[in-house]
């Protein structure tokens, strides 16, 4: 499936792949811990922008639990 031109993604799957290796090898942080953090900002982010009206939220193919 190809990205829709309307959608720019900030990383891409090995990009993102790369970085979490790095918490996890380089810093010490637990894959674990990472999800949590992620889900956590999502539903907070999520929060602020449903308070004007609905939303879509979009994940790809993955760790997305």
Do not use: H
């Amino acid at each position: 499936m190809q990205t829709p031109l309307w959608l720019d993604p900030v990383f891409d799957a090995a990009g993102m792949s790369g970085i979490d290796r790095w918490a996890i090898e380089e810093r010490g942080v637990p894959g674990l811990q990472l999800m949590e953090a992620a889900g956590g900002a999502l539903a907070r982010e999520t929060e602020v922008a449903a308070a004007s009206g609905p939303i879509r939220i979009v994940c790809g193919k993955g760790n997305n639990g």
